[in-house]
C-alpha cells in the first residue's frame, strides 16, 4: 500500500494516503526529506520551497497561491494557501478531444415503457402538486405499502414544501420538476395528488407533460372529492393491478443514462473515487451509453479543461455560458462566488474551490461533451453531457435524475445515508470508511492505493451497475419518502 503520491508530475504538492507524523521520511522520485509536521490522510504536504503568491500545483493544475513561504516538508492546506480564482472570465477554445474507442456492448434487465423509453424500477410513485396535501401522500404510502408487504412493488411518496406562492423562474423551475418527475421511466405508475388552489395545478403540469401514458399517469384533486384518500387508495389499486405483470427484458447498455456526482470529499476523493467513475463513465460512453455532469460552481477553477473537450464550437460557447451564468447567479444574489469547499471538505484535506474542483471533475473520465443542459432538460445527446444544478447533494442528485438518470454514481470521503429519486450507489474514497458504514457504502474505491488495479475495478463497478439497473437493491434504497430538493430560484410569496 502506498503511504503517499505525486499525482502529476508538474505537481509541487503530494498527498498523504494515510495518517502521517513530522519526521517521517519521504523519498519521491531520487530524493528524500522529512516531515515537518504531522499530515492527516487526505492532506497535502509541499515537495519543495515555495515562495509567498507562489502557485500550488496538484492534478498538474494550479489550485491555489501560498499565503507565506512554505518549506519542503511542510503542511499544505487553508492556513497558508488561497484561491486563485477570479470573477467572470473570457475563454478561448483550444480544443483536446478524444475520441474514445468503441467497446462490445452489454445488456441490463430493464422496463420498456409504452413511449419506448427505458426503466430500471416498476414501483409506485405519489407525487404531490404542492406541499398542503404532503401528509395524505405519506399516508396513502403507508397503508398501501403495509397492505401490498411482499408483493415485489412498494408506493414511493416524493413531498415537498412548493408548489404554490411561487414567482417567475422559481415556480417554473418547480413545475419543470414536477412533470420531469411526473413523466421518469423508473416509476411503474404515477399518482398525482393536487390540491385544487394552488399555482402549479394539476391542469397546469398537464401542460408541461404533454403526450403521457394515461392508464399509468392518474391524476386526483383533492378539492374535488368527497374523501380524497378513498379515491386515491382505489387509483393505486388499479395502478397496481397494471403493474404486477410487467416484466424485465434485456436491454441494451447504450439505453442507461447514469449521472456523476460527488459529496462529502476528501483528499482521496479525486485520487481514487472520482477517477474511477470517470473510468466508468468512459467505458459506458463507449459502449453507446450516457453520463450527465453537473455540481457546476464546482467545476470553477477547471472550467478550462472541461471547455475545450467540447465536441465543437457550439457546445463550448454552451458551457462557457453555463459557467458564467452560474457565476452571475451567485452575483445577482450578493453572494460570494468561492464560498467553497464545506467545512467537511477542509477537514478531508481540501483547501480551495480549485482544489476541489480538480478533483471534482476527475468524475467525467476523458470522453468528449456533446450537450450541455438546461436544469430539468431530458437528454437529447447520448455521451458525456453537462447539466446546469448547483453543487448541494439532494438538489444536483435530484436534477440529474429530472434529466433522465436512471443511476446515480455518488462518490464520498466522509458519508452520507441519503437517497434520491433513483438508484444512488455510495462509492467510498477510502476502505476506513467503507468498513465503519457498510449500510450507508456500497462499493469501495479505496482499494486503489491499497495496490488493486484501477481499470479491473472500473470494470468490476461497471458489473455492479448493470446488476444494479437489472434490479439489485442498493443500500439507500427502500425508503418510503425518498428524498428529493427541487432547485429553489426566487421569491415565496
Not at 503568491?53 to 492546506?77: A, F, T
Not at 444544478?389 to 443511476?407: E, K, Q
Request: aromatic share 8%.
Amino acid at each position: 500500500m502506498l503511504d503517499y503520491i505525486k499525482i502529476n508530475k508538474k505537481d509541487n504538492v503530494a498527498v498523504a494516503l494515510k495518517n502521517l507524523g513530522a519526521g517521517e521520511e519521504i523519498e519521491l522520485e531520487g530524493a528524500s526529506f522529512n516531515l515537518k509536521e504531522d499530515i492527516p490522510q487526505g492532506h497535502k504536504f509541499a515537495l519543495e520551497s515555495i515562495s509567498a503568491n507562489q502557485e500550488i500545483i496538484k492534478y498538474g493544475m494550479v489550485i491555489g497561491l501560498s499565503l507565506s513561504n512554505i518549506g519542503r516538508g511542510d503542511w499544505v492546506h487553508t492556513h497558508n494557501i488561497k484561491t486563485s480564482l477570479g470573477d467572470i472570465l473570457n475563454y478561448k477554445y483550444e480544443p483536446e478531444v478524444i475520441e474514445l474507442k468503441k467497446m462490445e456492448p452489454s445488456t441490463f434487465n430493464g422496463y420498456r415503457r409504452k413511449d419506448g423509453k427505458v426503466g430500471i424500477r416498476n414501483d409506485i410513485w405519489i407525487i404531490p402538486t404542492v406541499g398542503c396535501i404532503n401528509s395524505i401522500c405519506n399516508k396513502l404510502a403507508m397503508d398501501f405499502n403495509n397492505e401490498y408487504r411482499g408483493s415485489g412493488i412498494e408506493t414511493i411518496t416524493f413531498t415537498h414544501p412548493y408548489g404554490c406562492s411561487q414567482m417567475g423562474d422559481d415556480q417554473e423551475n418547480t413545475r419543470k420538476a414536477l412533470a420531469a418527475l411526473i413523466s421518469h421511466p423508473n416509476a411503474g405508475g404515477v399518482l398525482v395528488l393536487g390540491l385544487g388552489c394552488e399555482n402549479s395545478s394539476i391542469e397546469t403540469l398537464k401542460e408541461y407533460l404533454r403526450d403521457y401514458d394515461k392508464d399509468r399517469i392518474k391524476f386526483i384533486q383533492c378539492q374535488d372529492e368527497e374523501d380524497e384518500y378513498l379515491t386515491a387508495k382505489s387509483e393505486l389499486k388499479e395502478l397496481y393491478k397494471l403493474i404486477k405483470s410487467d416484466k424485465r427484458e434485456t436491454i441494451d447498455s447504450s439505453e442507461l443514462v447514469v449521472g456523476l456526482k460527488c459529496g462529502g470529499s476528501d483528499g482521496l476523493s479525486g485520487i481514487t473515487a472520482n477517477p474511477l467513475v470517470g473510468d466508468f463513465s468512459d467505458i459506458l460512453i463507449a459502449k453507446g451509453g450516457t453520463t450527465l455532469l453537473t455540481e457546476v460552481p464546482e467545476m470553477f477553477g477547471a472550467e478550462t479543461s472541461l471547455m475545450n473537450r467540447a465536441e465543437s464550437k457550439e457546445v463550448f460557447e454552451k458551457t462557457v455560458n453555463l459557467i458564467n451564468d452560474f457565476k452571475m447567479y451567485f452575483k445577482n444574489h450578493n453572494q460570494t462566488i468561492y464560498e467553497n469547499p464545506s467545512p467537511g471538505n477542509k477537514d478531508g484535506g481540501i483547501s480551495t474551490l480549485e482544489d476541489k474542483s480538480n478533483g471534482c471533475i476527475q468524475k467525467s473520465g476523458s470522453a468528449k461533451i456533446v450537450d450541455v443542459l438546461a436544469y430539468a432538460e431530458p437528454v437529447k445527446v447520448k455521451g458525456l453531457n453537462l447539466l446546469n444544478a448547483p453543487g448541494n447533494d439532494l438538489v444536483s442528485s435530484t436534477a440529474l435524475a429530472l434529466s433522465g438518470a436512471h443511476i446515480v454514481l455518488f462518490t464520498t470521503g466522509r458519508g452520507t445515508p441519503f437517497s434520491s429519486p433513483v438508484p444512488t450507489i455510495k462509492i467510498s474514497s477510502n476502505t476506513a470508511l467503507y468498513e465503519k458504514k457498510k449500510k450507508w457504502i456500497d462499493f469501495n474505491a479505496g482499494q486503489i492505493v491499497e495496490d488493486v488495479n484501477r481499470e479491473e475495478l472500473a470494470l468490476k463497478l461497471f458489473e455492479y451497475v448493470l446488476q444494479v439497473a437489472s434490479g439489485k437493491k442498493i443500500n439507500s434504497e427502500g425508503n418510503l419518502n425518498q428524498d428529493w430538493a427541487i432547485f429553489k430560484q426566487g421569491v415565496t410569496l
